[in-house]
């Protein structure tokens, strides 16, 4: 059974501090891995996906590494901003089209 | 990108009624709809896939009887919580993958928060 860890659960960082969550997953049998935030009482917006096959996406401030065979990603987060505030969440899609989630980091960005 | 919706975007009710969900995908045809509950401040757990047309597949630990999936068109799928009681309240996301989108993507709605008084 597939399992995704996050760390760290939270992080508090000052702005326009560089950061980076981390991701991490038991079977690296994945078809693809993608990042997702989620503000308070809202639902999931789409940031970064990575197809198996590749080794990072970049959109903006934010760049997701992939190693699949060492079963991990990472998201880098460059010059943060108090409106970065919010939980991101790691996803992996497995067999059956899938998505298991990892629990989360919540990310606050002191003005 | 697809676009996904959920109807209500919350719902609060009194314990032992019945409350439906709606997900619909606006712009596409969803073959495929996935029902996932969060509780507060923990991840996503997916509680059921459901392809159009056929019955849904429930995931270990979720009540079939009590969590009622009807996808009955390529557009909208529905959640039934019946006889609902203070432990279902939670946020209920629904998303959808179908033809010719990103390979292996799912999109999500909007979420639905119910609480059960």
């Known amino acids: 059974k597939q399992e995704v860890t996050q760390i760290p659960a939270a992080l508090s960082v000052p702005e326009g501090e560089n950061l980076v969550l981390n991701c991490s997953f038991t079977?690296?049998?994945?078809?693809?891995l993608q990042w997702f935030r989620q503000d308070p009482g809202k639902g999931l917006t789409s940031l970064l996906l990575i197809q198996s096959s590749q080794r990072e996406q970049t959109s903006g401030r934010l760049n997701a590494s992939l190693d699949k065979s060492s079963g991990r990603s990472t998201l880098y987060i460059a010059a943060s901003q108090p409106g970065d505030s919010a939980t991101y969440l790691c996803?992996?899609?497995?067999?059956?089209?899938?998505?298991?989630f990892g629990g989360g980091t919540r990310l606050m960005v002191k003005p | 990108g697809a676009v996904v919706s959920q109807h209500p975007s919350r719902v609060i009710c009194k314990s032992g009624t019945s409350v439906k969900i709606e997900c619909r995908s606006l712009d596409f045809q969803a073959t495929t709809m996935f029902w996932y509950r969060q509780f507060p401040k923990k991840s996503l757990m997916l509680m059921a896939t459901?392809?159009?047309?056929?019955?849904?597949?429930?995931e270990q630990g979720v009540e079939k009887d009590k969590f009622l999936i009807n996808h009955a068109s390529l557009t909208l799928s529905t959640l039934t919580v019946t006889s609902a009681h203070p432990e279902d309240s939670s946020f209920y996301i629904c998303?959808?993958?179908?033809?010719?989108?990103?390979?292996?993507?799912?999109?999500f709605g909007p979420g639905t928060r119910l609480t059960v008084l």
């Open positions: 998303s959808a993958r179908g033809p010719g989108l990103g390979r292996n993507e799912q999109f």
């Open positions: 996803a992996v899609m497995g067999a059956g089209n899938m998505l298991t």
């Open positions: 079977d690296s049998a994945i078809y693809n």
């Open positions: 459901s392809n159009e047309g056929s019955k849904a597949t429930y």
